[in-house]
């Protein structure tokens, strides 16, 4: 089992964030979680969690939010606690993953700026060549956000857009989340069942069912 570190920034999209940790508490890994100022606002604003200021009480909001099967699981830091085991390519994370992940965390990460937590535990994961993912958001995308991401995917970083694909066939808002999710777990290398896998059959074809 491992350790993983998450990042929870200021885009939108904590409900991909939310289920990511408790896929992978369900799968028996152990999770850092870090969530920036920005980020305990946006998570206010589309979950109904309260973090506090500056997200200062998630880990009091933690039992309620994720239930106590995955809080036990996670350790959690706060923005400028540069301290933090996942500030050193010694802590033994396996894998970063900034879930959402918003332009202005892309941008400083990209350029090495390290002003927090979260973006330290990602230019960790990229000088120690680990498996860096971001799970971006955005729209329209910039040049400026084009150029990060290009500029990330060449350092070896997995981009992973919030942005869900339709030909799945969701029925519902949790299996259009879970369908990307499940990309993140592929990302990581880790068996998973969330999400469908792509059969090859056009639904409407003569003779097949459609997607399974
Ligand atoms: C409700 C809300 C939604 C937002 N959604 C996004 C988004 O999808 N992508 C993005 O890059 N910024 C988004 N922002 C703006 C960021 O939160 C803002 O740029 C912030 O400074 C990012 O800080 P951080 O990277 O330290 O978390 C949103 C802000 C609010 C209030």
């Given at each position: 089992m491992s350790r993983y570190f998450i990042g929870l920034t200021g885009a939108s999209g904590h409900l991909y964030g939310e289920r990511l940790m408790r896929a992978l508490a369900a799968l028996g890994h152990d999770l850092d979680l870090a969530l920036t100022p920005a980020g305990a606002k946006v998570l206010r604003h589309e979950l109904g969690v309260d973090a506090g200021p500056e997200g200062a009480e998630l880990e009091a909001s933690l039992p309620r939010w994720l239930g106590e099967d995955t809080a036990r699981r996670v350790r959690v830091f706060k923005s400028d606690e540069i301290e933090a085991p996942a500030s050193s390519g010694t802590a033994g994370i396996a894998a970063v993953i900034?879930?959402?992940?918003?332009m202005g965390t892309l941008a400083r990460v990209s350029a090495g700026f390290s002003s927090n937590l979260v973006e330290r535990a990602a230019d960790v994961a990229i000088k120690e060549r680990r498996p860096l993912l971001l799970v971006v958001r955005e729209t329209p995308l910039s040049e400026i956000h084009l150029e990060n991401l290009l500029r990330m995917a060449r350092l070896g970083a997995q981009v992973l857009p919030a942005m869900p694909g339709f030909y799945q066939r969701p029925e519902n808002l949790a299996e259009l989340v879970d369908q990307l999710v499940g990309k993140i777990l592929d990302g990581l290398g880790l068996e998973h069942e969330l999400g469908k896998r792509w059969s090859g059959e056009l639904a409407g074809d003569p003779g097949l069912e459609g997607c399974s």
């Open positions: 900034l879930c959402p992940c918003s």
